[in-house]
């Protein structure tokens, strides 16, 4: 959940007086933090996972269930019993969550970097259920679900002990303040955002319609049963996080959703704009027309020129935005800024330009993808610019008048108001330590791509607030539970601002929730050493993420120090886009007292509440000499909690390959960023995993260039496996394959730079079964990767065993043939006795659905549509901690006590006879 701090934290009109300073010294202690460990190298890969479970009391005369506020003592409890218990191998660590009934529990010491602990993942979820188990009172249950069904819907009677709806922190006309751990650092930071806002949070999920709902009575839908969506068979998209629009017109029971009905998915309009009025970022043609000009020099900010940057050329195309304070400027996606004009405003340099523009420039096709999939015609200035005239609008144009459609898209909503619904959800995270800084950022870049399929395949999340939700994951509720942008910050008019003290004085258009999808790449890579055709100095500047084609909101100020400080533009990026944010916990006596040269508290409370799909971690302070050695550490945050632990330790294990395999193919997963934000619209749509499609890279490898008799042909490395023409013998050698002195490829390094003609072609829309196990003769799916891989390391057969059940399930769930829990639970309680057919979950469907829950966890009840032939071991508190050989003397009484329990046996009997 992130830092937790011991102190009195401050309110938010004290805190406010705090923020700027926080935010610069925050800025100056990661500076100080990454001189001091960029150059840690070497690091072995170390992994974990977090599993958090809500603690439920059951009823059973009543056929009810509530939410039990006993997650501390529990928690104190468990840990007790593992500081008696330090002596074993194995053990489990156990911490605080948002939520009053949630416990976090992860393994005492990591996984290491061999295949035996694949094995130990599933071993040690199995051990925390256990351990769990023996501190359960009666009728408490502790199953692995992400959300509790009735959260929200049951009054004053939600809760044991009893609490009474609202309070002071939440203002909630739902939940009590009493649901809420009584660590400081959580209702301070509930409070803090409602207040930074200047509203309640507003969660407004579209609710799933069924014959008898009765707030679709009204509304005029699309044809079709309850199974329909927008009319079609493509997925209904909720656009969370930018209902502002429609909720002004609408109000909180109703919410506009989106259909998947195209490449660019359905946008909704208003005025001519985008609902969410987030542009695509442009594209501008770099045509500087004076007497000897042939480019021109990148700013490191406007007016700062850099000489020894490699500068675009005439017939360049570079990708940014303009800079709404500082007109006449564009900043681009590599982190550096042109100006549009020249100072006397008389030669215009920059030309927007098409989106689909490629550069005229030959060198830059020559430098640009090592990985071509069409022949580019080779579109000349002239051409660029006349085509500019009917296809460079910056959004598609719309009329003013709302369109028949738009209100057909109009859907019912399950309203929520506050950050309990959202951080009250359960789920599965894991964090690699990687080698070092290089390759944390790599992964980072690579794990964002996965995020989203990886959450639609996990999806666990189609019921909230005693409601059927027409949506399966949570993380768009939790991005809504802890939105604390202003009304400006959204788009919005906002009467009072600006905030002086706020960051971009609470003005500045943000995007994003602080909870949501990366919002850029961070991988620099570099231009390979020894290659003679393309010049080494500065070259990256001008292809660099091609693929970041959404804007980044930064923070100019920090970005200036970042760089100054010698922080490369990328990162300087992703540092300087966290700092848009403002802490929310600021705690008496640890603000200026903290030391920037050796503390790093400031840059955490910036860093810890960014909640980002992965986030990017590095090493933290040691405060002795015996504190262990912690590296550069990648976290992957999507993914949904299972109902038992094979299926968690599946995903973990899956996940845990897919990194290896990845960095040991030197595998490209880039795809523009403003696809992998629609991939996680499209990753909550209801059954995402067997019905939808998500963009995806169609080429992980270069490919390999000959002659198909009329020209120049390119194809997969991976066809001549799938059409037989290798028999794994060794090739000759590709330029790709070849590694610096870090031990790192040509491949990899120019991986973010892989764009120089039609990238837009790189990738393709894939259901999730071709995700998994390959589409064609060009990409192989994932899961055979995983297996090559397992192959490639000769991985013993014990752990092969129980990995291959775990792709056997993961592959059936992204065939259809299984279900994903989420699809499993709304069956549930459709079919259940007590349903009505109107989206509402009952109290005896919520009674009944949480007991087998827990049985399913527990294996005492299979699931054949949930886990196929797959059983799963009882599990029981039995054998949950060693038991000691004692040796200490017992009382004679006891002893005496003992053996009466065995003299009616025969043995003894006979004993005594004799």
């Given at each position: 959940m992130g830092l937790l701090k011991v102190g009195v934290p401050q309110n938010w009109d004290k805190s406010k007086k705090n923020l700027r300073?926080?935010?610069?010294?925050?800025?100056?202690?990661?500076?100080?933090?990454?001189?001091?460990?960029?150059?840690?190298?070497?690091?072995?890969?170390?992994?974990?996972?977090?599993?958090?479970y809500g603690i439920f009391k059951l009823d059973h005369q009543n056929k009810k269930v509530r939410l039990c506020l006993q997650g501390k003592e529990i928690m104190d409890e468990l840990n007790r019993k593992e500081q008696e218990n330090?002596?074993?191998?194995?053990?489990?660590?156990?911490?605080?969550?948002?939520?009053?009934?949630?416990?976090?529990?992860?393994?005492?010491?990591?996984?290491?970097?061999?295949?035996?602990?694949?094995?130990?993942?599933?071993?040690?979820?199995?051990?925390?259920?256990?351990?769990?188990?023996?501190?359960?009172?009666?009728?408490?249950?502790?199953?692995?679900?992400?959300?509790?069904?009735?959260?929200?819907?049951?009054?004053?009677?939600?809760?044991?002990?009893?609490?009474?709806?609202?309070?002071?922190?939440?203002?909630?006309?739902?939940?009590?303040?009493?649901?809420?751990?009584?660590?400081?650092?959580f209702g301070t930071l509930t409070a803090n955002i409602r207040q930074r806002r200047g509203e309640k949070v507003n969660i407004r999920v579209p609710l799933f319609r069924d014959e008898n709902t009765p707030e679709f009575m009204g509304l005029k839908l699309p044809a079709g049963g309850v199974d329909g969506c927008c009319g079609s068979d493509s997925q209904q998209l909720w656009r969370y996080g930018k209902g502002d629009y429609s909720q002004e017109k609408y109000g909180k029971d109703y919410v506009v959703v989106g259909c998947s009905t195209s490449s660019t998915d359905e946008a909704v309009f208003k005025d001519g704009m985008r609902e969410d009025d987030m542009p695509t970022l442009q594209k501008w043609l770099v045509d500087v027309q004076c007497e000897g000009c042939k480019g021109l020099f990148y700013r490191s900010s406007p007016g700062q020129i850099i000489p020894d940057a490699d500068w675009p050329r005439n017939g360049d195309i570079v990708v940014g935005s303009e800079i709404s304070n500082v007109p006449g400027w564009i900043r681009l996606q590599n982190g550096y800024y042109l100006p549009m004009k020249s100072d006397d405003g008389k030669i215009q340099f920059l030309h927007r330009v098409s989106t689909r523009a490629t550069p005229s420039n030959p060198e830059m096709k020559r430098i640009g993808s090592s990985t071509p999939l069409f022949r580019t015609n080779g579109d000349n200035i002239a051409a660029l610019l006349e085509g500019y005239k009917e296809t460079a609008t910056l959004v598609a144009q719309a009329p003013a008048v709302e369109s028949e459609q738009t209100k057909e898209n109009v859907r019912a909503a399950i309203h929520m108001d506050a950050m309990a619904f959202g951080m009250g959800c359960c789920c599965l995270q894991i964090t690699f330590q990687c080698k070092d800084v290089d390759e944390s950022r790599f992964l980072f870049d690579q794990l964002a791509v996965l995020a989203p399929v990886m959450m639609a395949l996990t999806a666990s999340t189609p019921l909230l607030r005693g409601r059927i939700a027409d949506t399966d994951a949570r993380w768009g509720i939790i991005s809504e539970s802890v939105d604390d942008r202003t009304l400006s910050e959204r788009g919005r008019n906002d009467p009072n601002g600006p905030q002086e003290e706020l960051a971009g004085k609470g003005k500045n258009r943000i995007y994003k929730s602080r909870y949501d999808c990366v919002s850029t790449y961070i991988y620099q890579g570099a231009v390979f050493p020894g290659n003679e055709t393309i010049p080494r100095g500065g070259l990256a500047n001008r292809v660099l993420n091609m693929y970041n084609d959404i804007p980044v909101p930064i923070d100019e100020e920090s970005y200036k120090l970042l760089r100054e400080a010698g922080i490369d533009p990328a990162l300087s990026q992703h540092v300087a886009h966290l700092f848009i944010r403002d802490p929310l916990v600021v705690f008496d006596g640890a603000v200026e007292e903290v030391d920037d040269e050796v503390q790093t508290e400031h840059w955490e409370s910036i860093q810890s509440t960014n909640w980002q799909s992965v986030r990017w971690k590095p090493p933290p302070p040691r405060n002795s000499p015996n504190d262990p050695h912690i590296g550069w550490r990648t976290e992957f945050r999507s993914m949904e909690i299972q109902l038992t632990d094979f299926e968690n330790a599946a995903f973990t294990a899956f996940t845990v390959l897919l990194t290896r395999v990845i960095l040991t193919f030197d595998l490209n997963l880039y795809i523009p960023l403003s696809r992998v934000d629609a991939n996680m619209q499209r990753a909550h749509s209801?059954?995402?995993?067997?019905?939808?499609?998500?963009?995806?890279?169609?080429?992980?490898?270069?490919?390999e260039?000959?002659?198909?008799?009329?020209?120049?042909?390119?194809?997969?490395?991976?066809?001549?496996?799938?059409?037989?023409?290798?028999?794994?013998?060794?090739?000759?050698?590709?330029?790709?394959?070849?590694?610096?002195?870090?031990?790192?490829?040509?491949?990899?390094?120019?991986?973010?730079?892989?764009?120089?003609?039609?990238?837009?072609?790189?990738?393709?829309?894939?259901?999730?079964?071709?995700?998994?196990?390959?589409?064609?003769?060009?990409?192989?799916?994932?899961?055979?990767?995983?297996?090559?891989?397992?192959?490639?390391?000769?991985?013993?057969?014990?752990?092969?065993?129980?990995?291959?059940?775990?792709?056997?399930?993961?592959?059936?769930?992204?065939?259809?043939?299984?279900?994903?829990?989420?699809?499993?639970?709304?069956?549930?309680?459709?079919?259940?006795?007590?349903?009505?057919?109107?989206?509402?979950?009952?109290?005896?469907?919520?009674?009944?659905?949480?007991?087998?829950?827990?049985?399913?966890?527990?294996?005492?009840?299979?699931?054949?549509?949930?886990?196929?032939?797959?059983?799963?071991?009882?599990?029981?508190?039995?054998?949950?901690?060693?038991v000691k050989l004692e040796s200490k003397r017992a009382q004679n009484d006891h002893v005496l006590g003992l053996l009466a329990r065995y003299k009616r046996r025969d043995s003894f009997a006979r004993g005594r006879q004799s």
């Open positions: 300073y926080i935010r610069k010294a925050g800025v100056r202690q990661f500076i100080s933090t990454y001189n001091r460990v960029k150059d840690f190298k070497g690091d072995e890969l170390l992994w974990g996972d977090e599993i958090e330090h002596q074993m191998t194995e053990g489990c660590n156990f911490v605080p969550e948002y939520g009053a009934w949630m416990v976090e529990a992860t393994p005492k010491r990591p996984y290491t970097g061999y295949t035996n602990d694949l094995l130990r993942v599933e071993r040690n979820m199995r051990l925390r259920r256990k351990r769990m188990l023996t501190v359960l009172g009666d009728d408490v249950i502790a199953p692995t679900v992400s959300t509790f069904p009735l959260l929200g819907a049951m009054k004053d009677d939600g809760t044991v002990p009893p609490s009474k709806v609202g309070g002071p922190v939440t203002q909630s006309d739902y939940i009590s303040d009493a649901i809420i751990n009584q660590h400081p650092r209801r059954n995402a995993s067997a019905k939808g499609k998500f963009f995806f890279r169609r080429h992980l490898a270069p490919l260039e000959g002659d198909d008799g009329y020209g120049v042909k390119y194809t997969s490395m991976f066809s001549r496996a799938v059409n037989g023409e290798t028999n794994g013998e060794s090739v000759q050698k590709a330029n790709g394959d070849e590694v610096d002195e870090e031990g790192v490829s040509r491949q990899r390094r120019e991986a973010p730079f892989a764009p120089g003609s039609d990238e837009e072609n790189s990738y393709e829309e894939m259901t999730m079964t071709e995700i998994m196990t390959g589409k064609g003769d060009y990409f192989p799916g994932l899961i055979p990767l995983v297996n090559a891989y397992l192959d490639h390391i000769h991985c013993d057969k014990i752990t092969r065993a129980r990995v291959d059940l775990y792709l056997d399930f993961i592959e059936k769930r992204a065939t259809g043939e299984l279900v994903t829990p989420a699809t499993w639970m709304r069956n549930f309680v459709r079919t259940h006795p007590d349903y009505k057919g109107d989206s509402v979950v009952s109290d005896e469907i919520a009674y009944d659905l949480l007991q087998t829950c827990t049985d399913i966890g527990l294996g005492k009840l299979h699931v054949p549509e949930l886990l196929g032939n797959i059983k799963i071991d009882l599990v029981t508190a039995e054998g949950a901690y060693e």
